[in-house]
């Protein structure tokens, strides 16, 4: 994610000392800040002249969150015996502020804790607006004072649009690895062969839950789009093994709940799923483009959420859904741009070039038979309003298995989904070759990205 551009404090200190520490920092913070997750940098002078870097780990538990003054203070004993002189913090402002970076002073935890490793640790705090080192020791026992920025008067919607992962070379590799072709999937094979069971969903779902950077999840950007009460009635066409149902049943407490999916094997575990909640839930077997079982206005909300590619007869589906929706009501249809994942799909492709693998394996994820390019051209039709909201993320794998896991759960961009007369040394030399390319990239980055493009139709 690229930070939005904030001044450098390290102008308003009054010593050379100041400047390098608050510069560092603030460089630091600039291209590592990312909003729930990395707010402040520190940095911390040893006698040697060294600078030792520390980045603020943020939480969903807040006593699980740790200073960056700590991270610093760490790296710095790793790196060096040598005797620690000044230390210097700079926190980056949230898209709901105004204002530049700012010096902060060590929190009172970190004023004990850097004392206990440096008793004559000197510190740059903000005073008077401008950065002064003086003794640490002399900010205890005075209370630590937070700084807050003033609110933003038109601040940026924090729920996607305000992470942005896209950049001119990502743009560059989809124009030159994703194929205009794609992939087909029958509803017949999607029923009987690829969720005859939970496992390819349950892969997707734990990676883009455990591996993503967006503090907000995709679950958080829907319930945004649906803007829930609470007394809804709420139709989930697709609802695969209710795992979004399930997320969003607490946001329906009074409300009611209708799961319809074609392939029994995951409708009967989202039902499973589900067992025992007081929200009332209903349970269908059948195709998205019948919903003859539901009568005309039965539901305030309809969410359909990466499956209409499958279903046979789109234009049918959404008719459908218009006429099951209440005035008043809402349609989210969620759905990926064409060239989302493209870093899967660049290794995929060159792996199967490597080789030498049938023509008709290069194709594109069957998403793009209704895609965010093209979803409007079906809405349109049936609903006078239709509004796209974007929504970004970026998977980051660690471990090659992890990400092999999560491109075995995709059919290996879809090579097994039809695999014709393919045998297993292909795909046992296909996850070899995989597994060695992405590795390699972990080996040189420290992770294997892939680039997530998404977003919902919301349409009334």
């Known amino acids: 994610m690229t930070a939005v551009v904030s001044a450098d404090p390290s102008g308003t200190c009054q010593d050379e000392t100041g400047r390098r520490l608050v510069s560092a920092a603030y460089e630091l913070i600039a291209t590592r800040y990312v909003l729930a997750r990395h707010q402040i940098a520190a940095a911390i002078l040893d006698a040697d002249g060294g600078v030792h870097l520390g980045l603020h780990l943020d939480a969903m538990v807040g006593r699980a969150a740790v200073c960056a003054e700590a991270v610093a203070l760490g790296t710095a004993r790793m790196a060096t015996r040598a005797a620690l002189v000044a230390v210097a913090a700079v926190r980056f402002p949230k898209p709901t502020e105004e204002g530049p970076a700012r ?45 807050k920025w003033p609110a933003h008067p038109n601040p940026p919607s924090l729920k996607g649009s305000a992470m942005d992962f896209r950049t001119p070379e990502v743009d560059k590799l989809a124009a030159e690895v994703i194929p205009e072709e ?52 709420l139709l989930d066409i697709g609802c695969g093994n209710g795992f979004v ?73 959404l008719g459908e859904v218009r006429r099951v929706l209440r005035q008043g009501g809402k349609f989210v249809l969620t759905t990926d741009r064409t060239d989302s994942m493209v870093e899967m799909y660049e290794l995929h492709f060159a792996v ?14 069957p998403k793009a038979r209704i895609s965010l390019t093209n979803g409007e051209e079906y809405l349109r039709p049936h609903f ?52 060695a390319r992405v590795q390699a990239v972990i080996d040189s980055n420290g992770y294997f990205a892939l680039t997530k493009f998404t977003g919902s139709f919301v349409c009334s």
């Open 182 to 233: 794609f992939f087909e999937l029958s509803a017949k094979d999607a029923r009987d062969v690829f969720f005859a069971d939970t496992r390819m969903l349950d892969g997707k779902q734990l990676a883009h839950n455990r591996y993503r950077t967006n503090p907000l999840s995709l679950i958080d950007h829907l319930a945004e789009q649906l803007e829930l009460s609470g007394s809804e009635a």
């Open 103 to 147: 010096i902060v002073p060590p929190c009172g935890l970190c004023r004990e804790l850097l004392l206990d490793h440096a008793p004559d640790l000197k510190a740059v705090v903000p005073v008077a607006g401008a950065g002064r080192c003086i003794p640490l020791a002399g900010l205890l026992p005075h209370k630590y004072v937070g700084t």
């Open 352 to 365: 199967l070039r490597e080789m030498d693998a049938p023509k008709r394996l290069f194709k594109a994820t």
């Open 384 to 435: 006078p309003h239709v509004e796209l909201r974007v929504w970004q993320d970026q998977l980051r794998f660690a471990r090659a298995e992890a990400f092999m896991a999560f491109y075995s759960a995709h059919n290996y961009c879809c090579a097994a989904s039809e695999p014709g007369d393919l045998g297993e040394d292909f795909f046992e030399e296909l996850r070899e070759r995989a597994r």
């Open 245 to 317: 149902l399930e997320q969003l049943r607490p946001r329906l407490a009074d409300g009611r709940i209708a799961g319809l999916d074609i392939a029994p094997g995951v409708l009967r575990a989202a039902e499973a799923r589900l067992a025992g909640v007081a929200t009332p839930c209903e349970w269908v077997e059948r195709s998205a483009d019948d919903l003859s079982c539901f009568d005309d206005d039965s539901f305030d909300r309809v969410i359909a959420t990466y499956m209409m590619h499958y279903v046979p007869d789109i234009d049918r589906c």
